[in-house]
C-alpha cells in the first residue's frame, strides 16, 4: 500500500504571496491531519479533516485553512505569507479517528521558505 | 500541550539495547502512549502504542507502568539507522490530534 504523498516537496515563496500544499492519503484512511514543524516551536497541530469537514483545528491565524476532497485528499493554504511561516508542513491519515487508538501516518513534508 | 517530559538527548552503543524513558504523570484513563520517531527532516515514522498493556513489535517492546504514569520505549538493538529524534506522546481521548513535546535525541554510536 502506498504511503501518505505530499506535494510538492519543496517550495520558495515571497512574503505576501499564498501558497497551497496537497496531501494523498494511504488508501482507505478518511482523516486527514496537518502539522508545522519549526526549531522554535517544534510540532505543532493545524487541524484535523475528516469526511470533508474539519473536526479540529489548532491555535494558528486564520491564514491557514484547509480543505478535504471527497477523495480524501486534502489541502492546505496559506495566505500572506510571513517569514515565520518557514517550515515543514507535515500531513498525516488515519482510518477513521473514531477512536483514541486510531494511528496516524505520517508523509514526507513540505519544506516551505518564505524569503 | 504536551503531556509528556523525555530527556533531551541520549546516546547509545550499537548492538546494545537502547532504553528511552518517558513521563506521563498526567495521563487519563483513556489515554494511550504513542511512540514516534523522526529521522533528520523526514517525517515521524510510527513505532508502537499501547493502553496499559506491555506491548511488542517488529520495531520496539513498550514497557507502561502499572499507575501508567512513566513508560519505556525499547529497541533490542540499536543500529546506527535507528539514530533519530524519538517522540512520546499522549493521544488525547476526544479529537484526533498529537501534540508533540520535544522528544529525545537518540544517537547510536559505533
Known amino acids: 500500500k502506498a504511503g501518505v504523498t505530499q506535494t510538492p516537496r519543496y517550495l520558495i515563496k515571497t512574503r505576501g504571496q499564498q501558497v497551497t500544499l496537497s496531501c494523498s492519503p494511504i488508501?482507505?484512511?478518511?482523516?486527514v491531519s496537518w502539522y508545522q514543524q519549526t526549531p522554535g516551536q517544534g510540532l505543532q497541530f493545524l487541524f484535523e479533516?475528516?469526511?470533508?469537514?474539519?473536526?479540529n483545528k489548532g491555535n494558528f491565524p486564520g491564514r491557514f485553512s484547509g480543505r478535504q476532497f471527497s477523495n480524501s485528499r486534502s489541502e492546505m493554504n496559506v495566505s500572506t505569507l510571513e517569514l515565520g511561516d518557514s517550515a515543514l508542513y507535515l500531513c498525516?491519515?488515519?482510518?477513521?479517528?473514531?477512536?483514541?487508538?486510531?494511528?496516524?501516518?505520517f508523509g514526507p513534508g513540505t519544506r516551505l521558505t518564505v524569503l | 500541550d504536551a503531556k509528556t517530559t523525555q530527556p533531551p538527548s541520549m546516546d547509545c552503543a550499537e548492538g546494545r539495547a537502547a532504553n528511552l524513558p518517558c513521563n506521563h504523570s498526567?495521563?487519563?484513563?483513556?489515554?494511550?502512549v504513542y511512540w514516534y520517531r523522526q529521522i533528520h527532516s523526514q517525517g515521524p515514522q510510527y513505532i508502537i502504542h499501547?493502553?496499559?498493556n506491555n506491548e511488542t513489535n517488529e520495531m520496539a517492546s513498550l514497557i507502561i507502568t502499572e499507575d501508567r504514569k512513566s513508560s519505556t520505549l525499547i529497541l533490542p538493538h540499536a543500529t546506527l539507522r535507528d539514530t533519530a529524534v524519538y517522540y512520546c506522546?499522549?493521544?488525547?481521548?476526544?479529537?484526533?490530534?498529537?501534540?508533540f513535546g520535544t522528544g529525545t535525541s537518540l544517537t547510536v554510536i559505533p
Open positions: 498525516a491519515s488515519s482510518l477513521a479517528a473514531s477512536t483514541s487508538t486510531d494511528t496516524q501516518y
Open positions: 488508501s482507505g484512511h478518511r482523516s
Open positions: 479533516y475528516f469526511s470533508e469537514t474539519q473536526r
Open positions: 498526567t495521563i487519563s484513563g483513556n489515554e494511550y
Open positions: 499501547g493502553l496499559k
Open positions: 506522546i499522549v493521544r488525547v481521548a476526544t479529537g484526533n490530534q498529537f501534540y
